[in-house]
């Protein structure tokens, strides 16, 4: 009726009423003998009639850039994730990347969640540094704060930062490399050992660091950019980017429609 549906328009736009689901309200609104009509009504009644539920949401303002350095070596990340098998086991990968490059300095594949591994990696991915110290964003995870890695940081060869608690920044880039790692290459083969998956993740590392163009280098490759050996690229690229167009645009003029 013209009275019931005037109720639930005042229910549904109503601010006391903004926190309970359409669906909850329409049981709400029978047991409070006000009308007595299926969720499926309110719906189709909110629908025709456009109305719209005070329950615009606020939330805070995310950070537009996330922490970036300046050259190889001043950042890193590591993290560690999980990798489930067709039986059902686990399989644990933990990598440090450099926030600078993006390449993958270390990283290691365990059948058992291995707390020192981090330390590890990070002896291996520093053997090669000489005067640099750098700055190693992690996670709260007990494989970031252990004796090893305690030990590492007082030791001077690096400093450590919590994520989202020391810094308002994530750690987000690494996080971004597992879903690529996931998605683009492992879910797309037969994860039936961590054998398997250590040769999975053995060839991507090897493609992404050494092959694979990241956009945000103008074409350049996490190595490239890491060795500073791959400066001309973008330029070569630009060049050869217009060659082609005005190499199109010839080929295109020259072509003659049939029926003209």
């Given at each position: 009726?013209?009275?019931?549906?005037?109720?639930?328009?005042?229910?549904?736009?109503?601010?006391?009423?903004?926190?309970?689901?359409?669906?909850?309200?329409?049981?709400?609104?029978?047991?409070?003998?006000?009308?007595?009509?299926?969720?499926?009504?309110?719906?189709?009644?909110?629908?025709?009639?456009?109305?719209?539920?005070?329950?615009?949401?606020?939330?805070?303002?995310?950070p537009k850039v996330s922490i970036s350095a300046s050259g190889p070596n001043e950042i890193w990340h590591v993290d560690t994730t999980l990798i489930r098998l067709l039986d059902g086991n686990r399989a644990y990968l933990h990598a440090v990347i450099d926030n600078f490059s993006r390449r993958i300095l270390a990283w290691k594949v365990s059948a058992t969640f291995d707390p020192s591994a981090t330390a590890e990696l990070l002896l291996r991915a520093a053997r090669h540094l000489e005067d640099t110290k750098p700055t190693l964003l992690v996670d709260g995870g007990v494989e970031n704060f252990n004796i090893e890695v305690d030990e590492l940081v007082g030791s001077g060869i690096l400093n450590r930062l919590l994520a989202m608690t020391e810094i308002t920044f994530s750690n987000s880039l690494i996080e971004s490399w597992w879903r690529v790692l996931k998605h683009q290459w492992l879910y797309l083969n037969t994860l039936d050992t961590v054998s398997t998956i250590k040769n999975l993740v053995t060839f991507y590392v090897e493609e992404h660091n050494t092959r694979l163009p990241h956009s945000a280098f103008r074409g350049q490759t996490p190595d490239e950019m890491y060795f500073k050996t791959g400066n001309e690229i973008p330029r070569r690229l630009e060049t050869a980017r217009k060659a082609a167009r005005e190499a199109r645009m010839e080929v295109n003029r020259n072509n003659s429609c049939p029926t003209c």
């Open positions: 009726t013209p009275a019931e549906v005037d109720t639930i328009k005042k229910m549904v736009t109503s601010d006391e009423y903004r926190h309970v689901p359409t669906g909850t309200l329409a049981l709400l609104a029978q047991r409070l003998r006000k009308v007595f009509a299926s969720s499926s009504t309110w719906y189709r009644l909110i629908r025709i009639h456009e109305w719209r539920r005070p329950r615009k949401r606020i939330h805070p303002v995310k």
